[in-house]
């Protein structure tokens, strides 16, 4: 279920129906993922998993994939 919750923050977070495909994608892969978009998405996945990403994090995440990986550095076990 933490695989979902990751999908509705990326979902919320680029103003994304709540049936579109999220996990393939990527930073700038779509007009609303811009850096504006980015930031909040950032902020979201901190405020919904409890945990700070730094700068080199912020930076790296470019995808949803990648996502998935620093959230699982960080501890967050993510399962369908």
């Not at 999220?22 to 945990?51: C, P, Q």
Request: aromatic share 6%.
């Amino acid at each position: 279920m933490e695989l979902q919750r990751l999908r509705t923050v990326f979902r919320t977070a680029l103003e994304l129906p709540e049936d579109a495909e999220v996990d393939g994608l990527e930073y700038r892969g779509i007009e609303k993922w811009d850096s504006l978009a980015h930031m909040s998405l950032v902020a979201a996945i901190e405020d919904e998993f409890g945990v700070m990403l730094d700068t080199d994090e912020v930076i790296d995440l470019s995808s949803f994939d990648r996502a998935r990986q620093i959230l699982e550095k960080h501890g967050v076990v993510l399962t369908d």
